[in-house]
């Protein structure tokens, strides 16, 4: 598997990611080890390790004879991405890893320890299209969509760290996803449902990790909410509002134009009613922008008497902006309005920050 520096062939443009037994379900998994002369019981084995296991070490894989082995390997557990550089900062309890993919696109994953629990933020693309004018990957545009195994071996490579104990802290189990890193899911929606399936489906089919412990974020695709409400998970959905109002959000997050406020809340609350959980709302507060006390009131008009939960952020500016964090007493009154209306608010901590592992501000330093 991938170490420092290893890759450097460098595909042409457009060509796609090589197959991973991540990519695959079980029952093509055993197709392809069908395909490849082998008995289908040993997609069972393999699965066993790399899902199982969580062994990416296929000398220790003593129950498949050497040669299968060897041929099972090359075909299903191509090395996809190798490790630029890991950084961490706040006690070492936050990780940043920068990876290189097989076409030398650049991805990051960032690992986050709390005392009761351990969240793996992870890129469902390399860059972004969604263009929100404060989020530096929105800045760079969109590269590629990531492949199923290209997301969900950020998160295998994370519990492999996790178990061996080679992250600072000592040996842990990772609890929770959230798809919060580079990229906009549900604008790469077949891979990441994928991922989904991978990452939750119990082992050996899958890691096993709870669908509550996932959540997908989203600038508010509202046909591609409406069809995640109908998958019948319990993930979680967070919604990245930043506006109240059509007019501020059509700039925020430009995606508003094609599907306003209203169509969007609707989306969410569909979403809330299938999954039955609160759906997140996400709000970076950006001094003297959209952290008024009249919007943090028409926000609370809005979405009180639903399930959700708002999450303000505080802005972490991207190099050049002309956009800042909020005053610490206009964040106060905001969070003070919202739960004046009732609505359940905090503010999110800003993990990260030092090392440009925070919101927004993945890769986009290299
Ligand atoms: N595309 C998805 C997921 C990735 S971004 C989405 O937009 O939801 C994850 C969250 O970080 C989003 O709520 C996004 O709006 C927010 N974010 C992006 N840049 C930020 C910044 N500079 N400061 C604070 N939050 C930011």
Not at 153 to 180: H, P, T, W, Y
Not at 249 to 276: C, I
Request: hydrophobic share 40%; charged share 25%; proline share 6%.
């Amino acid at each position: 598997m991938p170490k420092p520096g290893e890759l450097t062939f460098v595909a042409p443009r457009g060509a796609k990611p090589p197959r991973h037994l991540a990519d695959l379900s079980p029952a093509e998994r055993k197709e392809a080890v069908a395909e490849l002369g082998e008995q289908p019981f040993r997609a069972k084995q393999l699965s066993n390790h790399y899902f199982g296991r969580m062994s990416n070490d296929p000398e220790s894989w003593t129950d498949i004879p050497a040669a299968s082995r060897g041929k099972l390997t090359e075909a299903l557990l191509p090395e996809l991405m190798s490790v630029v550089r890991h950084v961490s900062c706040d006690d070492d309890e936050t990780r940043k890893t920068l990876w290189k993919l097989f076409d030398g696109t650049l991805v990051e994953s960032v690992l986050m320890r709390y005392p009761d629990r351990v969240t793996m933020c992870i890129s469902s693309q390399a860059g972004c299209g969604m263009n929100c004018p404060f989020c530096a990957t929105g800045q760079a545009g969109l590269t590629r969509n990531l492949s199923t195994a290209e997301i969900v071996e950020q998160i295998a490579a994370g519990m492999r760290d996790l178990k061996s104990g080679s992250v600072a802290g000592g040996e842990a189990r990772l609890s929770n996803v959230v798809f919060m890193g580079m990229g906009e899911p549900l604008a790469n929606y077949n891979r990441v449902l994928s991922a989904i399936r991978r990452l939750t489906d119990p082992a050996p089919d899958g890691f096993g990790l709870s669908q509550r412990g996932i959540t997908v974020s989203t600038v508010g695709l509202v046909p591609a909410m409406h069809r995640f409400a109908d998958e019948g998970l319990s993930c979680r959905l967070a919604l990245s509002l930043h506006a109240p109002d059509d007019e501020l959000r059509d700039e925020l997050v430009p995606v508003n134009t094609r599907w306003k406020v209203a169509e969007v809340l609707d989306a969410a609350w569909n979403y809330a009613e299938k999954s039955g959980r609160r759906v997140s709302i996400e709000y970076a507060l950006i001094k003297d922008i959209n952290d008024q006390a009249w919007r943090a009131d028409l926000l609370g008009r809005l979405i009180k008497n639903q399930r959700v939960h708002v999450n303000l952020i505080p802005l972490n500016p991207t190099p050049g902006s002309k956009w800042t964090a909020s005053r610490p007493e206009d964040e106060r009154e905001f969070v003070r309005r919202l739960q004046a209306h009732g609505v359940p608010t905090t503010v999110r901590d800003t993990r990260g920050q030092e090392i440009d592992g925070a919101c927004g501000q993945l890769a986009a330093a290299g």
